[in-house]
């Protein structure tokens, strides 16, 4: 009788154990669909950074007698492997090429907005006061102001320079970054650690830099990745509607424009972009997310 009493607690404190060891591990086990958008990811950033060495023919090579042929999963000859467009220009080298300055000008607006939106709101949130209220007002403008509106006013005005499309996708989500940094500031002011070097004799500016901004990074990452999907459908909607990349350069969206007139002959030219746009939103979505959970302290509880 002793010994049954005294085994059970060291069952159930056993069992408890094992629970929570196995649901620690199913905790830190990357899901699989995480592990497939990564590898997806970093295949299409190799092939794209590698468009110059493995494309077949040049981008903007023509052959009209071989106009609008199939690709090969549909009866095309091997030479194109995913058919020709209406001027009979290599689909897979230009979708190679298209796929590269997408994720170029996508990367350098994410980061554009990083820089911008981060400083933005440290500024905000640590000067406080009039100038904080400046800084919101024109977030709060900028945010009421579609996107494509603005991007369609400043081409009007600059042209369609690629830096200028860059600097567009840039500027249209800095305030996203801001908005959260400022309210990161505000929320760390009264923690311990901000009083401790404010007692020290630190100036605001250093308690911001050294103090504040490092625990700021996890959000500014979640948002990073997310908005990267943002920026791929933005410059993709810019150069369908012709404002953005313009020829003899190539984008995702440029190539879009182009299918448009032969969707019902040539459907594959406007598939193919179409299918790559959707799994690259779809896998750094995927990744924001788990990025998300990951970092949020309340969904590791």
Known sequence: MTNSINDAPELNAGGFGVERLSASKRRDRLPSV???????????????????????HEIA???????????????????????????????????????RTTLLIAGAGVLIGVITGT?????????????????????????????TLIA???????????LTLVLIVGFSDYYRYARVVRGQVQALQGRSFIEAARCSGASPWRIAIRHVLPN????????????????VVLESSLSFLGVGVQPPNVSL????????????????LAII??????????????IGDWLRDALDPQSRT
């Open 34 to 56: 995480m592990i497939i958008s990564c590898l997806f990811l970093l295949v299409v950033v190799l092939l794209a950074a590698a468009a110059p060495a493995i494309a077949p």
């Open 152 to 162: 369609l006013t400043a081409v009007s005005l600059v042209g369609t320079h690629p």
């Open 61 to 99: 090579g023509q052959s009209l007698l071989s106009r609008l042929r199939p690709p090969i999963f549909a009866g095309g000859a091997s030479d194109h492997l995913l058919g020709t467009d209406h001027l009979g220009r290599d689909v897979f080298s230009r979708l190679l090429f298209a796929t």
């Open 253 to 268: 969206g440029s190539l879009l424009g182009e299918a448009r007139n032969y969707l019902i002959s040539s459907a594959w």
């Open 273 to 286: 972009p179409c299918v790559v746009i959707v799994m690259i939103t779809v896998a750094a979505s995927i």
């Open 216 to 231: 700021t990074f996890s959000p500014i990452i979640v948002l990073a990745s997310l908005s990267f999907a943002e920026m």
């Open 119 to 147: 400083l933005t709101g440290l500024i905000a949130g640590t000067a406080g006061g009039w100038i904080d209220q400046c800084i919101s007002v024109v977030i709060d403008a900028q945010a009421a102001v579609p996107t």
